[in-house]
């Protein structure tokens, strides 16, 4: 059977990709140690020498609109082209194009299926910048194949938190049912608090730092019934208006298992949101 | 209340290079236009098929036609839609980064939680 060789979760800020490749005055004061974290970070997931990337992410109303919106969606192709007009036109983000493992997206939409996910699936779909800013950060080469995973934590109505969870406790058992050889890292991105297109957007912080704690705590520690008991779809508008993106770091947390501590945890307080960095390895920890 | 089309039309435009600048330079034309050619467009769907039923209220109608990002906030407009168009149209003008987006928190500043619905 496969092996899960590394659960990842971060955030993806996509102006990572420009603060990190900007020189002379257009380099932001905050991008050397925002680089040096990312290549710390990176490295827990070289070391684990996968094989084959599940990603985890959400579509920002690129390919997927309000005329037929799928709450957890499988991408099933060979290929998968990335980052759409709006992202270059504001992040500076490249068009890129990734491998697909077509064989787990049919064995994860199959099994899922029949694990009480009603999954539904793409065999062309363009991804965005919710997969590929982690590809930035953790595997710049886009060199391994992916199954691309997309929840809705962008339009109401959104499943409950408690939903993410299970799918993610459903991807991890699927993916060491897979009969396989090949070594799996499932990577999800979220948020932690964020404001987007509301009062409290682009302020010196994120817009709630006392909740960024909490969650990086809840992450770390592997903490699910705590975070469970108070976090809920109302509870998330509090901290900010899109922080619903932080149920994309619970569904990663059901990867990781229920008071499984992650063995790598980093952050970076930067000006509108919280980073957060953290690699589980559910097999134990690699030669360093 | 159609806040699925207020959606609609941010969403169509901010993914069309050209219907951006044509909404910067032409709010009420392209409003217009766009309600009478391009609202009832089935996106996801074979070129040609349209819906019959779509169009803004009186208060939708000015708030794209003014660029009012207030007041499309206040209606429930998705705020990722119009933060993402608006900052295409507008953070041109300002000098310093991120003043664009700064000015339009502060514009925003008299909205408490719980903020407007946005469910479609």
């Known amino acids: 059977m496969a092996k899960v060789v590394a659960v990842v979760a971060s955030t993806h800020h996509p102006f990572y990709y420009r603060a990190s490749t900007a020189t002379g005055a257009d380099r932001p004061p905050f991008a050397d140690e925002w680089t040096s974290k990312i290549l710390a970070f990176r490295e827990t997931l070289t070391r684990a020498n996968p094989d084959v990337l599940v990603m985890v992410g959400s579509d920002h109303f690129h390919q997927l609109w309000l005329d037929n919106m799928p709450q957890f969606l499988v991408g099933k192709a060979p290929f998968y082209d990335a980052n759409w007009y709006n992202e270059e036109r504001e992040f500076g983000l490249p068009r890129m194009l990734l491998r697909g493992q077509e064989d787990l997206s049919s064995y994860i939409l199959r099994e899922g299926l029949d694990a009480g996910f009603d999954l539904a699936f793409s065999n062309e779909l363009r991804i965005d910048h919710s997969i590929t800013c982690p590809i930035i950060t953790l595997r710049p080469e886009a060199d391994l194949p992916i199954v691309p995973i997309y929840t809705n934590i962008f339009a109401p109505p959104l499943p409950r938190p408690k939903?993410?969870?299970?799918?993610?406790?459903?991807?991890?058992?699927?993916?060491?049912?897979?009969?396989?050889?090949?070594?799996?890292?499932?990577?999800?991105?979220?948020?932690?608090s964020l404001e987007l297109g509301g009062p409290r957007q682009f302020g010196p912080h994120g817009p709630d730092p006392e909740f960024d704690r909490r969650a990086v705590d809840w992450i770390a520690s592997g903490d699910l019934d705590g975070c469970l008991s108070e976090v809920t779809l109302d509870s998330l508008h509090a901290p900010g208006n899109a922080t619903h993106g932080f149920m994309d770091f619970m569904l990663m947390m059901g990867v990781a298992g229920a008071g499984a501590k992650a063995d790598y945890v980093d952050s970076l307080d930067l000006f509108h949101t919280m980073e957060a960095y953290f690699t589980w390895y559910p097999n134990g920890a690699p030669a360093a | 209340m159609s806040r699925y089309l207020i959606d609609k039309f941010l969403y169509t435009v901010d993914r069309d290079p050209d219907l951006v600048e044509r909404y910067r330079d032409d709010p009420v034309g392209t409003v217009t236009w766009w309600e009478a050619e391009r609202a009832n467009a089935v996106l996801n769907c074979h070129t040609g098929e349209a819906s019959t039923w779509l169009r803004f209220d009186d208060a939708e109608r000015a708030a794209l036609s003014t660029h009012d990002y207030v007041k499309l906030f206040e209606l429930g407009a998705h705020p990722f839609l119009t933060l993402t168009l608006f900052i295409a149209m507008f953070e041109r003008d300002h000098a310093e980064p991120l003043a664009f987006q700064k000015q339009y928190a502060a514009r925003l500043a008299h909205f408490d939680l719980p903020y407007p619905d946005i469910a479609t």
Not at chain 1, 178 to 184: N, Q, T
């Open chain 1, 163 to 192: 939903r993410f969870v299970q799918l993610g406790q459903t991807i991890r058992e699927l993916v060491e049912s897979w009969p396989s050889d090949l070594r799996v890292a499932v990577i999800g991105t979220g948020h932690l």
